[in-house]
């Protein structure tokens, strides 16, 4: 089975600071993504990589980077975190061909105080 | 206008009860189709994937394509309070691989309660 692990479960941060969310995958997927979860917004894609070193943006990439340093890791820089970041944040995997069914983490629930 | 629309619900049934979730969608590019289960505090777990229209089986749960009229459907039978969560579909363009291809487009979710 596919396991994609993210590094924390529940998160409290403050404004300002610089927060990393990570995301480490056991398949060797070579597509690696981050999207945050809100109510009566459903799944936001924020950045997806698809390959080492490479990303692209998603549909809500202000605030936030990524890095992807190697094939299992995928991490979410929050720069400077603001109350309006506070959300639910999954990372996903999936093989690399194309149409392929993503695979997720259980989440991190991160509060920016 | 969303690109794929799914009532949010909520959704209550006995349990026993036939289920239907349903989205529909604007783009007919959209070719791959999947549904989702998400449990509370749990990130989604992958249910069904399909390919054109049609239907696909698989246990008690049935998933079914209409690419004619853009609309995809999940029925789940005999549901149990065990089925009680959020359930989002998800669709992808046929594309390359790396970019338009592996990108998902979700619906918003609907969530199911099965009472005993």
């Known amino acids: 089975d596919v396991k994609v692990t993210q590094s924390s479960r529940y998160l409290v941060k403050r404004t300002g600071e610089k927060v990393f969310l990570e995301c480490v995958q056991d398949m060797d997927h070579e597509n690696m993504f981050w999207y945050r979860q809100d109510p009566g917004l459903g799944l936001r894609l924020i950045y997806f990589s698809y390959d080492v070193k490479m990303k692209e943006k998603g549909d809500i990439p202000e605030g936030y980077s990524v890095s992807r340093e190697k094939k299992e890791r995928f991490s979410l820089i929050l720069e400077s975190a603001s109350t309006n970041q506070t959300s639910m944040y999954l990372c996903?995997?999936?093989?690399?061909?194309?149409?392929?069914?993503?695979?997720f983490g259980d989440g991190t629930r991160l509060s920016i105080l | 206008q969303k690109e794929v629309e799914q009532d949010p619900g909520p959704l209550s049934v006995p349990e026993g009860a036939i289920v239907s979730l349903n989205c529909t969608y604007s783009n007919s590019a959209f070719q791959y189709f999947m549904w989702y289960r998400q449990y509370s505090r749990k990130g989604p777990e992958l249910l069904m994937y399909?390919?054109?229209?049609g239907n696909k089986e698989d246990g008690r749960f049935t998933a079914q394509v209409d690419k004619s009229s853009k609309y995809i459907s999940l029925f789940i039978r005999d549901s149990q309070p065990s089925d009680s969560a959020t359930y989002l579909c998800a669709m992808s363009l046929l594309g390359v691989k790396e970019t338009s291809g592996s990108r998902l487009t979700f619906g918003e979710g609907t969530q199911l309660t099965v009472n005993p």
């Open positions: 399909t390919y054109s229209s």
């Open positions: 996903a995997s999936s093989r690399g061909q194309g149409n392929q069914p993503q695979h």
